[in-house]
């Protein structure tokens, strides 16, 4: 057979006129030479096939050449760097894609991976309990096993690692049969001991307790379809035991999460905002309410990064807004200590604070208003979520920097785009070319009133850019509430409160949350007597616990 590169080949148009040559039967002298090269494709082609190891993007190459590269996009920016080059780049937290340009000097990003199609590494499994397996008959230094090798083993330095994924019903039971003894003449009674590590006086493990609250507050899972799926499984569980064993959880957590509220009065920034919440109990009182108080309930959503670079998740359910909700917390603020700074959306009920704060507005929820009015004024929204997406573009670039090497990126390639922009949207009501009361006008005049806190990140060191660290905590509470709707008593609102707060305390400071809240059981005293040993980020880890880790 031919090799790759002398497979014949044939234009589309030669073929179509030979077609017609032959219905007409007036073939040409080359048409021979076209034929045969034809026939010896078709060859070449049941070749390839019988032998079923050729790929079909192979035999695109090998009949159509290599594919082509999309031709270069072109510059749609104004006020860029001079000789930058667009690629593109993750823009913000809706993931859609934004037109960038490469600041210069900088270099050119690498394109993405290929994904893995959810294939994760062994590395991926950290909380994988790691058993250490020998050879039977083999030892490093001892002699191979092939009959015709003197060769000697010696032990390589990375093993082979394989995983190996069990189930069982979330609680599983175990009923101890203990035989009893009864003595003919005393009549006393002689009971078989419980195995180690069983207590006599108590139902529930830990781990029972932690995996029940795991799937309640970090899953979203009702108490009653895990009260369901239970009882199918033979393990009964009601719903009113869950709750109980949820609140043992969050009794032993009490003094770790008032600790926290502590360290995030200190905090450097405060990321909050609000979602609704349902208490059926404070539905109640609102019968009894006159029409002035306030009735809607809310869950604040407060993430606050502290001057070690941790994060402190806060989940607080109430009538309180999160405004209120955060001057309460900063009442314990050191005083020697700067104004922190608040990052929220512009929202009135977030900037009414007793406490003075450096105030951020989120440009993520400006660029909102455009993505809405886009398909009825595409011009105009799109010059505006272009220059947002350069400025996204410029802020992933600044990832590893400290606060003042990402202000002054910032001051040099941000600041120029949003002047530009800004100097653009007052052109266009100067010039009266949008009408003020329009959708497009008030979501000009949205980014015109709010311009100076829309923009402190290229005015302020470590001011953030968007808020969306809290959208993304208050999304999990989000999907929470979908699935258990409300509830039903202020004190069930503080209980899910405390493991919230504890449980994304954990998702961000890479904390495994089983571990942690299980470690919180075991030793509560311990952790009551001492919080501050046991925050997400520097708990004590049990002996077993350590080893597992260092050796992973």
């Known amino acids: ?14 073929i179509e006129r030979l077609i017609e040559r032959v219905k007409q039967g007036k073939l040409e002298q080359n048409d021979a030479q076209l034929i045969e090269k034809l026939l010896r494709t078709f060859l070449t082609l049941t070749s390839l096939l019988q032998r079923k190891n050729t790929t079909i993007k192979r035999l695109k190459q090998m009949f159509l050449g290599p594919e082509k590269q999309g031709k270069d996009k072109s510059d749609i920016s104004a006020g860029t760097p001079a000789g930058s080059q667009e690629e593109n780049t993750e823009g913000d937290s809706s993931n859609e894609k934004a037109s960038s340009l490469r600041p210069e000097g900088e270099p050119v990003s690498g394109k993405s991976s290929k994904p893995g199609h959810g294939r994760k590494p062994a590395s991926a499994y950290t909380g994988a309990r790691i058993v250490r397996l020998l050879h039977p008959n083999l030892s490093a230094g001892g002699r191979c096993p092939d009959p015709t090798c003197e060769g000697r083993l010696h032990k390589l330095e990375k093993p082979k690692t394989k995983i190996y994924l069990t189930g069982q019903p979330l609680i599983s039971a ?18 078989a001991g419980l195995p180690e590590g069983v207590k006599e006086d108590e139902k529930f493990d830990a781990t029972a307790d932690v995996a029940i609250a795991l799937s309640k507050y970090g899953c979203g899972l009702p108490f009653y379809r895990q009260a369901r799926m239970q009882e199918s499984c033979g393990v009964p569980l009601p719903e009113s035991v869950q709750y109980e064993r949820c609140e043992e959880v969050a009794k032993a957590a009490l003094p770790v999460y008032l600790h926290l509220g502590k360290l995030a ?53 109430g009538r309180q807004h999160a405004g209120e909700n955060l001057d309460e917390i900063l009442k ?32 993520t929820h400006g660029r909102g208003k455009f993505i809405e009015i886009e398909e009825i004024f595409p011009a105009e929204s799109r010059k505006v979520l272009d ?39 007052e052109e266009q009501f100067r ?24 923009t402190r990140f290229i005015t302020i060191p470590g001011a953030p850019i968007d808020n969306n660290q809290a959208e993304r905590v208050l999304k999990r509470f989000v999907l929470f509430r979908k699935n258990s709707l409300f509830y039903k008593t202020e004190n069930g609102a503080a209980v899910g409160g405390v493991l919230l707060s504890l449980i994304e305390s954990c998702r961000l400071n890479q904390t495994n949350p089983w571990e942690y809240l ?7 005293e311990e952790a009551r007597r001492d919080p501050a040993t046991y925050l997400p980020w520097n708990y004590r880890r049990s002996e077993e616990e350590e080893l597992e880790s260092r050796a992973a």
Not at 174 to 191: A, G, M, Q
Not at 333 to 361: F, Q
Not at 403 to 424: G, T
Not at 434 to 449: D, H, I, M, T
């Open 174 to 191: 175990t009923k101890f049969e203990r035989p009893i003894l009864r003595c003919s003449d005393c009549f006393e009674r002689y009971v």
């Open 265 to 317: 009065a200190n905090g450097k920034v405060f990321h909050i905002d609000d979602t609704r919440v349902r208490i059926l109990s404070c539905f109640q009182e609102d019968k009894h309410r006159s029409e002035k108080e306030r009735r809607a309930t809310h869950t604040s959503g407060i993430v606050v990064l502290d001057d070690e670079g941790y994060k402190i998740a806060l989940y607080l359910s």
């Open 518 to 524: 299980l470690t919180l059981m075991q030793n509560r």
């Open 332 to 363: 314990t603020r050191n005083s020697l200590l700067p104004p922190p700074i608040k990052m929220s959306d512009a929202a009135s009920v977030n900037g009414k604070m007793e406490i003075g704060t450096i105030e951020c507005n989120c440009l």
């Open 431 to 454: 010039e009266r070319q949008v009408e003020p009361n329009s959708a497009l006008g008030k979501a000009f005049q949205y980014l015109l009133n709010h311009y100076e806190k829309l």
């Open 1 to 14: 057979m031919k090799s790759d590169e002398e497979i014949p080949t044939a234009d589309s148009e030669q």
């Open 387 to 425: 220059a947002i997406g350069r400025v996204y573009d410029f802020e992933a670039k600044t990832k590893g920097m400290s606060d003042e090497d990402r202000l002054a990126y910032h001051q040099k390639y941000s600041r120029p785009v949003m002047s530009q922009l800004q100097a653009w949207i």
